[in-house]
């Protein structure tokens, strides 16, 4: 992480790692490492990466580093699919010493004990019922107990602050606190987004849903120069423009709702990119045959997989001259090669731009690496995609607002 996006600026009142003496101290510290997992493996460690200058530096001190964190959503109590052993594996190299997963607080606060400069992580906070419970008293309980565990506490799980957890928003008003690093940078670079982009400012947003985008689109129509739609929630504005659609994801509900916001882009004269041609195959297959069509002409029996390859250059030719973008979601389904060339365009225009792109995390992080691209290659990716919404929507993030109180 860049040490230019981690200094003192007037966007936050959160305290920062330097404004706390850590040394011999017992911390608790709530990172975000959902990470991606198949078949028990890592396949995207860029969260537990995104974690380490947090981690490093309040090892050099503190007594003890007892992590907090979530992986997936498990309903009832430990299932192995979603266990944190392999990621306290993989930390474990990566910080060149043993990070043992401790199955619940008691064996944590043991394990802490045994030697300083122990680092332990807690096994899967969420298979803590009361980690998100919607019962206060239950959550402030939990908390608790947990911060039997330490006695400084740090939040650095930017992915997981739009969340009112026991573990994000709970913990933190019992103990003295602070901000880690990548909470610090994350924030900053979000106030930058929302309050003094340089301009042009171009924003894609791209992913299944438009119900999912809908704020954060109504929220930024008035601050964005271009706004490039991608995804399945392009059959919504298609569909609310009245053209033939076939079998693609739609949301119904949100047609009204798209053509006013359609209108509105009119009347700010913000430049709305919609695609002129589709990627359609007759199933949702990664071995099916992909058909480039004309958006006004997709099948009756065909879905939409990609934007196609025209309105793909369309977007980055667009985009070049832009001094600030943010991008969230990909353009299509780009884990199937022959529905992953939009997206790999739009990233590869974002790798070339000269001003800031910002990768909204989630899917767009995974899909920049799935497709070959370096991190280096983007001015900052952000480990919180649904964070980064909600906070560009102009919602408050709960785990934020603790942090910002003394």
């Not at 649904?386 to 709960?398: D, I, M, T």
């Amino acid at each position: 992480m860049s040490d230019a996006l981690y200094k003192e600026s007037d966007t936050t009142t959160m305290q920062t790692l330097e404004s706390i003496d850590f040394t011999g101290k017992r911390v608790i510290l709530r990172c975000d490492l959902n990470v991606p997992l198949k078949n028990g493996q890592i396949t995207d460690p860029g969260r537990i990466l995104a974690s380490l200058p947090t981690i490093e530096l309040i090892r050099k001190k503190a007594a003890s580093i007892v992590i907090l964190a979530h992986l997936g959503r498990p309903k009832d109590g430990f299932a192995p699919e979603f266990s944190l052993t392999p990621v306290a594996n993989r930390l474990g190299e990566l910080i060149k010493d043993v990070v043992a997963c401790a199955a619940d607080i008691s064996e944590a606060k043991k394990l802490a004990a045994a030697r300083p400069g122990t680092v332990v992580l807690l096994e899967n906070i969420r298979f803590f019922a009361a980690e998100t419970s919607k019962n206060a008293e239950e959550r402030e309980a939990f908390a608790r107990e947990l911060a039997q565990l330490g006695e400084i506490y740090v939040g650095d799980g930017f992915g997981a602050v739009h969340r009112k957890h026991a573990s994000v928003y709970d913990l933190p008003q019992l103990m003295p606190h602070c901000a880690g690093r990548l909470i610090y940078a994350e924030m900053r670079i979000l106030n930058t987004l929302a309050t003094d982009p340089d301009r042009p400012y171009g924003v894609i947003l791209g992913g299944a849903k438009v119900s999912d985008k809908i704020g954060v689109i109504n929220n930024l129509l008035d601050r964005v120069d271009i706004l490039a739609i991608g995804g399945g929630m392009v059959f919504t504005f298609l569909a609310a423009l009245g053209k033939e659609i076939g079998t693609s994801m739609v949301d119904r509900e949100q047609i009204d709702e798209v053509r006013q916001l359609i209108d509105r882009a009119k009347e700010l004269n913000v430049q709305l990119l919609l695609p002129e041609d589709i990627v359609v195959a007759p199933a949702f297959a990664a071995d099916a045959p992909a058909t480039i069509v004309s958006a006004d002409a997709i099948p009756a029996d065909h879905m939409g997989l990609d934007i196609g390859p025209e309105s793909a250059l369309r977007y980055a030719k667009a985009l070049e001259n832009c001094r600030t973008v943010f991008w969230n979601g990909p353009m299509g389904v780009f884990e199937f090669p022959a529905f992953a060339n939009g997206t790999k365009v739009i990233a590869q225009a974002l790798a070339d731009l000269p001003g800031l792109s910002v990768i909204g995390g989630g899917d767009s992080a995974a899909a920049i690496r799935l497709l070959g691209f370096d991190d280096e290659q983007f001015g900052y990716i952000s480990t919180g995609g649904g964070a980064s919404l909600e906070f560009l929507e102009g919602k408050e993030l709960p785990g934020i607002k603790v942090l910002e109180e003394k």
